[in-house]
């Protein structure tokens, strides 16, 4: 069987010729490899006939390599999470500069899907602002889990990012009062007590609670104006604490 060749990438003229892990070649220019990329074989190893083979699949070398040459980038907004989290890998790997920079915009633009696969290609790579715009979204992901894809120095802060979410969360149950008005015609309002309770239950403990406050303080049927007044209220405090939780970033 003749050996298949990428159609994009099979100049005759080409100098070094890859293969993908599903047995597609590519026959690649060095001056493109030397230009714009660091990881491949430097201009002055010469590989001759060799076919040099790469870990990768055909489909992601196939987008990799339109990165290396003087044309239209491929467009990345409509491919699958699978394919760009591939690609990112791949232009890590091998310093594609331009590839590099375009899937990193693409992983920021998928949150808060997909976070904590995004969170330890940013940790992995040292991508710190991308790790604290996936963090908040990885709250339900077991401690242990998160930690096994940080690297040594992103641990601590983390667990400190951590502490100051789950403050938040502790008060936001603990510590509003059971009565909401200082008027004496509400001063023990039940259907307040039974609310409040409701909403306390509703948060469990789950950091992720935090950022689904709609869902948390949604009250079916209609609710005495003294109790309107306590939940807006209640859900202004949290708010404003967790306005004042820093940034990730500020922990580094």
Wanted: charged share 20%; glycine share 4%.
């Amino acid at each position: 069987m003749p050996p298949q060749y990428s159609e994009l990438f099979n100049s005759p003229d080409a100098d070094v010729t890859f293969q993908s892990c599903d047995g597609i070649l590519f026959s690649i220019h060095r001056s493109n490899l030397q230009t714009n990329t660091e990881g491949f074989p430097p201009p002055e190893i010469s590989t001759g006939d060799e076919i040099v083979p790469l870990s990768e699949s055909s489909a992601t070398l196939e987008l990799l390599f339109q990165f290396i040459y003087p044309r239209r980038h491929p467009a990345l907004d409509e491919i699958a999470f699978a394919d760009l989290a591939a690609l990112a890998e791949a232009a890590e790997k091998y310093q594609v500069y331009s590839a590099m920079n375009i899937c990193r915009i693409r992983l920021r633009d998928v949150l808060p899907d997909h976070a904590p696969e995004i969170l330890s290609h940013a940790a992995k790579h040292d991508y710190p602002f991308l790790v604290a715009e996936a963090a908040p979204y990885t709250f339900d992901v077991p401690l242990g889990d998160v930690v096994a894809m940080l690297p040594a120095h992103l641990i601590l802060p983390w667990v400190k990012y951590i502490d100051a979410w789950t403050a938040v969360l502790h008060d936001a149950i603990a510590v509003r009062q059971l009565t909401h008005e200082s008027s004496s015609s509400y001063a023990n309002c039940r259907t307040w007590t039974a609310e409040r309770a409701l909403i306390a239950q509703r948060f469990g403990h789950s950091l992720r609670a935090l950022r689904r406050l709609d869902a948390i303080f949604d009250v079916h049927g209609k609710m005495p104006v003294c109790c309107e007044h306590g939940k807006g209220e209640w859900r202004a405090e949290i708010e404003a604490a967790i306005a004042q939780i820093p940034p990730f970033t500020t922990f580094l």
